[in-house]
């Protein structure tokens, strides 16, 4: 069963603005991961971040975690066209697997 | 090269026939997994491996049958293919445990008749 869900599905967005995502999950977890997927390739991981952290950057993303509202959010900024993408969270609980969401899909306009 | 490669890439079959998707990674990670890739369901876990000779069910593995005789290669086997066997696959390993950071393959895209 899926842990995380990913909201919105689907976004569209213009060159140089900034991309939100979010993701929700239902129990609690050790850390929390968002991959990105190009069409037709697989996942490539972006960050992780732990249950004891509240925010971490890489880059242009950031990623935050509000356990207490069992979420997290994952922000482009400055988007560009190679953003182009499929962003999934992962949740990895004490079960000892990662669980993925079913992704948001992002489309970033010229 | 280093990294995971995975194949065959795409693959046709029959329903009824075993079909062999390969795994294989350079990088001596101890952790491998399976999942299976559909819309709408996202990424669910086939099955999983700690190390050689160590393979455990995930969330969806009826149907599949693994091995790992050698840390590198984690084989799946779908011993009597059917059409909701029809998916994109995706093997992934990693050097931190069941929850770290996985490095994907590109996928082996399988449809089935």
């Known amino acids: 069963s899926q842990q995380g869900e990913e909201d919105p599905q689907a976004l569209s967005i213009q060159e140089g603005e900034n991309a939100t995502m979010n993701c929700s999950y239902k129990?609690?977890?050790?850390?929390l991961q968002w991959y990105r997927q190009n069409s037709g390739r697989g996942l490539v991981h972006l960050i992780l971040?732990?249950?004891?952290?509240r925010e971490k950057h890489s880059g242009r993303l950031r990623v935050t975690l509000d356990t207490s509202k069992k979420s997290s959010s994952l922000l482009i900024t400055a988007s560009r066209a190679a953003d182009t993408a499929s962003y999934f969270c992962?949740?990895?609980?004490?079960?000892?697997?990662?669980?993925f969401g079913a992704g948001t899909t992002v489309t970033v306009r010229a | 090269d280093a990294g995971i490669t995975q194949s065959p890439r795409y693959k046709i079959t029959e329903t009824g026939r075993q079909v062999t998707l390969m795994c294989h990674q350079t990088?001596?990670?101890?952790?491998m997994f399976w999942y299976r890739q559909d819309l709408g369901h996202g990424l669910r876990l086939i099955y999983y491996?700690?190390?050689?000779?160590?393979?455990d069910k995930g969330e969806v593995p009826d149907g599949y049958v693994v091995s790992r005789s050698k840390t590198e290669n984690f084989p799946l086997t779908l011993e009597s293919a059917t059409r909701s066997q029809t998916s994109v696959y995706f093997c992934?390993?990693?050097?931190?445990?069941?929850?770290?950071?996985?490095?994907f393959g590109e996928g082996s895209r399988l449809t089935v008749l």
């Open positions: 992934a390993s990693s050097e931190s445990g069941f929850t770290g950071e996985l490095f």
């Open positions: 129990t609690s977890i050790n850390n």
């Open positions: 971040i732990r249950s004891n952290e």
């Open positions: 992962a949740t990895g609980s004490n079960d000892y697997k990662l669980s």
């Open positions: 990088w001596s990670h101890s952790y």
């Open positions: 491996s700690a190390a050689a000779d160590i393979t």
